[in-house]
T-cell receptor, first 113, second 112 residues
Framework: GEQVEQRPPHLSVREGDSAVITCTYT??????FFWYKQEPGASLQLLMKVFSSTEINEGQGFTVLLNKKDKRLSLNLTAAHPGDSAAYFCAVSAYTGNYKYVFGAGTRLKVIA | GGIITQTPKFLIGQEGQKLTLKCQQNFNHDTMYWYRQDSGKGLRLIYY???????QKGDLSEGYDASREKKSSFSLTVTSAQKNEMAVFLCASSILGGHEQYFGPGTRLTVL
């Protein structure tokens, strides 16, 4: 079955710096890709999504890139601020008939002012 | 918009006790999920329900039961609480398989 590896597990950057979180997956039939943000003590909030047909999405200071050839999904933060400090999780799902996500283990991002 | 509510927010039980967690959603979503999140870790799927009256086991179903009472509600039962399963239990729902899931605030379980 699908396996998702997320890197790095912890990331510390200074305010204004960029940050990149990457997930690699194994199932070439994966189609739906999501990034969730979890602030301390809170639940998961959908941050961004990208489908296999689109490969890129931007918003809220983030860019999501999908490299289907390498089976790699990345979340790029262009200018971090302390409010971005949280755990980030990628989630991958196949095209149809599959109701299950496979989540990455998460990246704990700390933005230092 | 909609909302997912989970009750209780905090649940304290004794080892060996049977405990029930409840989830309600008003998105009118067909599919609902229960996940377990251990401290500092990712999410593991316990049970999911594709539609009302459906029940599917996830990767972590042993030691748990689930019930989809109606379209809007999905309950999870810990059949015999163990100290090593102290975690946050998250409920989620989605309109269809493959689409984004929306999460509830979670129930934090402590086993004494």
């Amino acid at each position: 079955g699908e396996q998702v590896e997320q890197r790095p597990p912890h990331l510390s950057v200074r305010e204004g710096d960029s940050a990149v979180i990457t997930c690699t997956y194994t199932d070439p039939n994966s189609y739906y890709f999501f990034w969730y943000k979890q602030e301390p003590g809170a639940s998961l909030q959908l941050l961004m999504k990208v489908f296999s047909s689109t490969e890129i999405n931007e918003g809220q200071g983030f860019t999501v890139l999908l490299n289907k050839k390498d089976k790699r999904l990345s979340l790029n933060l262009t200018a971090a601020h302390p409010g971005d400090s949280a755990a980030y999780f990628c989630a991958v799902s196949a095209y149809t008939g599959n109701y299950k996500y496979v989540f990455g283990a998460g990246t704990r991002l700390k933005v230092i002012a | 918009g909609g909302i997912i509510t989970q009750t209780p927010k905090f649940l304290i039980g004794q080892e060996g006790q049977k405990l029930t967690l409840k989830c309600q959603q008003n998105f009118n979503h067909d599919t609902m999920y229960w996940y377990r999140q251990d401290s500092g870790k990712g999410l593991r799927l316990i049970y999911y329900s594709i539609t009302e009256n459906d029940l599917q086991k996830g990767d972590l179903s042993e030691g748990y039961d689930a019930s989809r009472e109606k379209k809007s509600s999905f309950s999870l039962t810990v059949t015999s609480a163990q100290k090593n399963e102290m975690a946050v239990f998250l409920c989620a729902s989605s309109i269809l398989g493959g689409h984004e899931q929306y999460f509830g605030p979670g129930t934090r379980l402590t086993v004494l």
